[in-house]
C-alpha cells in the first residue's frame, strides 16, 4: 500500500505535542522527509492534505484517526491524543495566533493589471 497524506499526518501528529493546522503538518512533514514519499503531482499539496483532513473528520467523525481543535485556524490532533488536549491548550495557541500582525500586503496599480 502507497505511503498516503493519512499516514504523513498521522507520523508528524505522534511526534508532535500540540495539534497542528494542515500548513503546519505539511512543514514539518516535508523537514523530516516523509512529504517525499508521499506520491503527488499537484502543485498545492499542503492544500490536498488540509481537503483530505477535513472531509475525514467531517464525513468519517466516528470511525477517523484524527479529530479538529479549535477554530481560526483549525488545528488537528491523533484522535488516540486526545485526552491530551485540555481547553486552555487550545485557548493559549487561539491568543498566541491572535497576537501575530496580518501579513502586510502591499499593490501597486500595474501589480493589479498586468499589460
Excluded at 473528520?57 to 470511525?63: F, G, I, K, P, Q
Aim: proline share 5%; net charge positive.
Amino acid at each position: 500500500m502507497a505511503y498516503s497524506f493519512f499516514d504523513m499526518a498521522e507520523d508528524v501528529l505522534e511526534k508532535s505535542k500540540t495539534p497542528l493546522t494542515f500548513q503546519q503538518i505539511w512543514e514539518d512533514g516535508k523537514s523530516s522527509g516523509l512529504a517525499a514519499k508521499v506520491k503527488t503531482k499537484g502543485k498545492t499539496p499542503w492544500n490536498t492534505l488540509g481537503a483530505r483532513l477535513y472531509v475525514e473528520v467531517r464525513d468519517n467523525a466516528d470511525s477517523s484517526k484524527f479529530i479538529k481543535v479549535g477554530k481560526r485556524p483549525t488545528r488537528f490532533f491523533l484522535k488516540s491524543r486526545e485526552a491530551e488536549v485540555s481547553n486552555d491548550i487550545v485557548e493559549k495557541i487561539e491568543i498566541e495566533e491572535a497576537k501575530k500582525p496580518a501579513p502586510a500586503t502591499t499593490y501597486r496599480e500595474r501589480d493589479l493589471h498586468p499589460c
